[in-house]
């Protein structure tokens, strides 16, 4: 190969390489923000939103409705933690009272818009989706 052959062989290596570092991969979807969910066990009714906060932090509102109308509203927070595939959340206070109870799931699947975890007790898969706020919706949308 003449060096004008290796010149350009190399050239073309180095843009490669240019544009192979220059194109970043895409974040690694994550559970921070707040995810809306329909659902418990033993009560498809009830209905909640969950946030995540950066700092590990928990926060959750649960709510069901009956004829147009709140007839539960319960408060949880706490602090949560994903590794691997286990997602740890650990209730600290409920309705503002202390309180200690940890839930253990096993996430299934997690992007930017959904998530889905199975409850390790009972086997019971939440799908939750992502939200921009804290907002509930009125209960006459829901039941």
Same mark, same amino acid.
């Given at each position: 190969?003449? *060096?004008?052959? *290796?010149?350009?062989?190399?050239?073309?290596?180095? /843009?490669?390489?240019?544009?192979?570092?220059?194109?970043?991969?895409?974040?690694?979807?994550?559970?921070?923000?707040?995810?809306? #969910?329909?659902?418990?066990? $033993?009560?498809?009714?009830?209905?909640? *939103?969950?946030?995540?906060?950066?700092? #590990? %932090?928990?926060?959750?509102?649960?709510?069901?409705?009956?004829? #147009?109308?709140?007839?539960?509203?319960?408060?949880?927070? #706490?602090?949560?933690?994903?590794?691997? @595939?286990?997602?740890?959340? $650990?209730?600290?206070?409920?309705?503002?009272?202390?309180?200690?109870? @940890?839930?253990?799931?096993?996430?299934?699947?997690?992007?930017?818009?959904?998530?889905?975890? %199975?409850?390790?007790?009972?086997?019971?898969?939440?799908?939750?989706?992502? &939200?921009?706020?804290?907002?509930?919706?009125? /209960?006459?949308? &829901?039941?």
């Amino acid at each position: 190969m003449s *060096i004008k052959g *290796i010149c350009r062989v190399l050239l073309a290596l180095i /843009c490669a390489t240019s544009i192979a570092q220059a194109a970043p991969a895409a974040p690694a979807p994550s559970l921070v923000g707040y995810w809306y #969910g329909l659902g418990e066990p $033993n009560d498809p009714g009830t209905y909640y *939103i969950d946030w995540f906060h950066a700092d #590990g %932090r928990f926060s959750a509102e649960y709510r069901k409705c009956d004829k #147009g109308k709140v007839v539960f509203k319960q408060t949880a927070a #706490g602090t949560w933690k994903l590794a691997k @595939d286990v997602l740890t959340i $650990n209730v600290t206070l409920s309705d503002g009272k202390p309180t200690r109870w @940890d839930q253990v799931y096993t996430m299934e699947s997690l992007t930017p818009t959904e998530f889905q975890a %199975r409850y390790q007790e009972n086997d019971f898969l939440f799908i939750e989706l992502r &939200i921009p706020t804290f907002d509930f919706p009125a /209960c006459y949308v &829901i039941f």
